[in-house]
Structure formats: C-alpha cells, structure tokens
C-alpha cells in the first residue's frame, strides 16, 4: 500500500519562506513522478508542480513560477516544496501525489497539510 | 489559462444516474485524451475515479464511467449511492507540462 505523509505546515508572514516535506513508502520511489498539487480554503483543486522520477526535469504553474522549488531525495524516498516570497492566495492544504504511469493523473495522494501565508 | 467548467451541483436520489459535465477548450479537453475524474470527500484527499477520458483504476466500482465528445467530458454515476456524495473535480492535461482542473461539483444524494 502507497503511503504519502507530508509535513512542514505552517503560519507564515506574506514574504516569507516554508518548506514542505513529502515521505513515502510502499512504491519504487525513483521510478515515479510525484506532484504537489494545492486547494485554498473552501476552493478547488490547483496544480502547482511536478518532478520526474530522476529530479533532473522539473515543471512549474505559472502562479508559483520563480517563487517555489520542487526537488527529490530518492535515497529517502522523499519530496520536497521550497516555497519562497509567499503571498496570502498561496493559503491553502498542500497535497503531494504520485503521477501515474502514463503521468496523465494523480493515483495515490498524500493527506495534506496546511499553509497560512497572513499577517 | 482558465479553469475547466463543471456545474456547481447536482443532485440526484438512490438509485438513479447522474452526470457531470466538465467543459474547456480545444486547446485542452479538446486536444488530449487525458481528461481525469476525482472525487473528494470533505476533509479528505482526493481519489482518482477515472483516467484517461474513460478508464477505471483497480478498485474503482463500475458505476462511474467516463466520456469526451469535443470540447467537453462528462463522468456518469449510475445507481446512485448515499456515499456517493461527495466533490468531484475534472482534470486535463493542457499542454506544455500543466495541468487545469474544473471548479468543482457537489454532489447531492437526495
């Protein structure tokens, strides 16, 4: 069974830095692309990033482009989201998910964690 | 580029089927047949219900299908159960390496 737990949420003041971390377990890590994808309170659903299976190519919405970093530890079966220069519209439950294989979709998602970008 | 369009709610009783419909453009519904179905229940993740216009993960139930005609794609709910309800969202790939998803659909399970 795939297991996604993130962590890293937080309160943060607009212009501020957090970083967020997803570990997983239960699939071959390294061989996946994995997403994070984000949900402002009471909003739908928004794509904010996605990495391959190696980290080397990465992909980026063009409202979090310039501001966030998305990278990988596969020794530890990790995914990371460096979120800098934040701004208040960034609030919102974080997910990370594993891209499926054909990379269409999103098969296995973590629970979520929470960011507050308010002053 | 703008979000994917689904209707706010549906509703439907026991038993009976449903649609959503979710409507983009050529440049992205239209153009890919990578259109995707995920239902979320409120304080939940969301689940992958369908892939690839019409496709069914392992464990999904066949109730739920999937469909594309043009610019628009629809998800059927037929037999309707109370657990059905829940928020369901579209998705597409768009091109370019992005991804845009509809605003959501609440389903009501009178």
């Known amino acids: 069974e795939v297991q996604l737990v993130e962590s890293g949420r937080g309160w943060v003041q607009p212009g501020g830095s957090l970083r967020l971390s997803c570990e997983a377990s239960?699939?071959?890590?390294?061989?996946?692309?994995m997403s994070w994808v984000r949900q402002a309170p009471g909003k739908g659903l928004e794509w904010v990033s996605a990495?391959?299976?190696?980290?080397?190519?990465?992909y980026y919405a063009d409202s979090v482009k310039g501001r966030f970093t998305i990278s990988r530890d596969n020794s530890k079966n990790t995914l990371y989201l460096q979120m800098n220069s934040l701004r208040v519209e960034d609030t919102a439950v974080y997910y990370c998910?594993?891209?499926?294989?054909?990379?269409?979709?999103?098969?296995?998602w973590g629970q979520g964690t929470l960011v507050t970008v308010s002053s | 580029q703008s979000a994917l369009t689904q209707p706010a709610s549906v509703s439907g009783s026991p038993g009976q089927s449903i649609t959503i419909s979710c409507t983009g453009t050529s440049n992205d519904v239209g153009g890919y047949n990578y259109v995707s179905w995920y239902q979320q229940h409120p304080g939940k993740a969301p689940q992958l219900m369908i892939f690839d216009v019409n496709k069914r993960p392992s464990g999904v139930s066949d109730r739920f299908s999937g469909s594309k005609s043009g610019n628009t794609a629809s998800l059927t709910i037929s037999g309707l159960q109370a657990e059905d309800e829940a928020d369901y969202y579209c998705c597409t790939y768009a091109g370019g390496v992005t991804w845009l998803f509809g605003g959501g659909t609440k389903l009501t399970v009178l």
């Open positions: 990495i391959s299976g190696s980290g080397s190519v990465t």
């Open positions: 998910a594993v891209n499926c294989s054909g990379g269409s979709c999103w098969d296995n």
């Open positions: 239960g699939l071959t890590f390294s061989t996946y692309a």
